[in-house]
């Protein structure tokens, strides 16, 4: 059967980190797959996710099936999260949402729904944007088209770019826009940019689409959500898959929610019966561990705080990285600025240099990153930060 199937090349960033692992020089430094490291270079189970495990190790007392929409206090906190405490769309029970298998399972679901909607739906991504968004929407059967966003010889958006070929799209397009934390460029919109998308989104009438998965990672976690609730309280629509991944850490747990802001009540309730008949269509019920400790952290005054220290200390640490090596590229005399770094945002970085410079450096020096020169941040520490720095100076 299966020899019919081409066989594919292995997928690039799971490709680097086997590169990687076989690599010999102890001098080696891995900035690839997108997780978020220490100091030590590990990555540990956060303090109030494992005081949450305790917690619902004693409570949990069946494996039985859960509900199809998940843990309703999971929804519940991930909303006020994402939406605000406040939220007027949230009072007027006009949001659908479920728990799903981590930021992927979200968009995939929301992309099935969004093709239950109409024929040869567009949704239209940024240029670059995170790599499995083609697959994840694509093969739920809409048609990918880009719109410019990131210019590499300015290192930074080009939103005139943006904002031009937007103008193109209509009713029943569909908009893809990272709510914070740029994947893979660390490049964010400011608040005054998404106003000028929010009047767009009005004028034109397609629908946001908004991928967020670094949550608290860009200016904290009340500031990186403006974009999201700006659209999602003056917009009759808006959609927005989250992942808990990075920011609870709950990486192989899979957990994230997919909402669904609608037009009004009535609306709503369709909209939560059709995506639990997408999920139930693909995995019947999300997995309940990683949902059940966000509802337990989030409902937990003292647990909360703690996640929003550790969410802090995180950002604060990822930025001071950038700092560091900013300083240390200058003290060894690099020839080009890379001060923008500096003003990116989260766990990415683009270095802007060739896929040339990429290879040589991997080769040289085994420092491991993308070839679209995307850097995971978080990989850099005191150790690494000097070396990391003469490698970059010497494939310029
Ligand atoms: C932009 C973006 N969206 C979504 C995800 C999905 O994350 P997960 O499925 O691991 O929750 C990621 C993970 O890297 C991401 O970078």
Redesign the pocket.
Known sequence: MFEVLPQLSPDPILGLSASFREDTNPAKIDLGV?VYKDEQGKTPIMSSVAKAQNILLERETTKTYITPQGHQGFIDGMLKLLLGENSKVMMADRVAAVMAP????S?RILSELLARCGDNLKCWVSDPT?A?HIPLIGSAGLEIKTYPYFDKEAAGINFDAMMETLKQTGKGDIVLL?GCCH?PTGADLTNAQWDEILVLAQERGFLPFI?V?YLGFGDGLEEDAYGIRLLAENLPEVII?A???KNFGL?RE???LAAIVTNDSATRKIAQGQIQSVARAIYSMPPSWGGALVDIILADTALKNEWMTEVNEMRNRMSSLRTMLVDKLTENGADKDFSFLNTQKGMFSYLCITPEQVREIRAKHAVYFVDSSRINVAGINQNNVDTLAKALISVL
């Not at 981590?102 to 399972?105: F, I, N, P, R, T």
């Open positions: 997108g981590g930021g992927c399972g968009l995170w499995n990272h994947n991928d998965a898959a992942s808990c991944s990486y899979r957990t994230g």
